[in-house]
T-cell receptor, first 109, second 114 residues
Framework: QKEVEQNSGPLSVPEGAIASLNCTYS??????FFWYRQYSGKSPELIMFIYSNGDKEDGRFTAQLNKASQYVSLLIRDSQPSDSATYLC?????????FGTGTRLTIIP | EPEVTQTPSHQVTQMGQEVILRCVPISNHLYFYWYRQILGQKVEFLVS????????KSEIFDDQFSVERPDGSNFTLKIRSTKLEDSAMYFC????????????FGPGTRLLVL
């Protein structure tokens, strides 16, 4: 059974601080890694993807991948109240995305 | 910016009835997917579709489910005889040739089976 594990939270972070979200996966054959943001009652919205070990930055977001440790993380700098959402980690080795349960993030003004 | 669209946004049906959920993927995308999310649970893969045939399906996608691309723009999911446990959000997603794994999701159809 291929699993993606995330801490369900809630994770509370003060506005302006760095939010750190973590994810581990079980399938060593996974090749592509994604972070989606999901607001309550809405669909997943792609915010970052990463394929290679190391860091990838896009604006306030940084994705980090460590394939040896089977670990993916997402850092959100200068957190805003609009960042309050559930963050879904997803991995794939072929076509289908396997999702974690998501981490609920709350930014406190 | 191109986006995936889905209709209807909400569907209420009686157990045993057939439902068809419709999706219009992003226009130049070639790979199409259905996922579902039961309330409070994780997003689960149902099926992937490429070149007019199913390329992969999950164990959830049993004989009650079918998919079709009836024309050049629509992609449908049919549930033949709905069960109470089919109540969920159903998301369509699509991806392009250049980055097959990068999937963009539609807004979803909330299906309620009574």
């Amino acid at each position: 059974q291929k699993e993606v594990e995330q801490n369900s939270g809630p994770l509370s972070v003060p506005e302006g601080a760095i939010a750190s979200l973590n994810c581990t996966y079980s399938d060593r054959g996974s090749q592509s890694f994604f972070w989606y943001r999901q607001y309550s009652g809405k669909s997943p919205e792609l915010i970052m993807f990463i394929y290679s070990n190391g860091d990838k930055e896009d604006g306030r977001f940084t994705a980090q991948l460590n394939k040896a440790s089977q670990y993916v993380s997402l850092l959100i700098r200068d957190s805003q109240p609009s960042d309050s959402a559930t963050y879904l980690c997803a991995v794939t080795g072929n076509e289908k995305l396997t999702f974690g349960t998501g981490t609920r993030l709350t930014i406190i003004p | 910016e191109p986006e995936v669209t889905q209709t209807p946004s909400h569907q209420v049906t009686q157990m045993g009835q057939e439902v068809i959920l419709r999706c219009v993927p992003i226009s130049n995308h070639l790979y199409f997917y259905w996922y579902r999310q039961i309330l409070g649970q994780k997003v689960e893969f149902l099926v992937s579709f490429y070149n007019n045939e199913i390329s992969e399906k999950s164990e959830i996608f049993d004989d009650q489910f079918s998919v079709e691309r009836p024309d050049g723009s629509n992609f449908t999911l049919k549930i033949r005889s709905t069960k109470l446990e089919d109540s969920a959000m159903y998301f369509c997603a699509s991806s392009g040739r250049a980055s097959r794994e990068t999937q963009y999701f539609g807004p979803g159809t909330r299906l309620l089976v009574l």
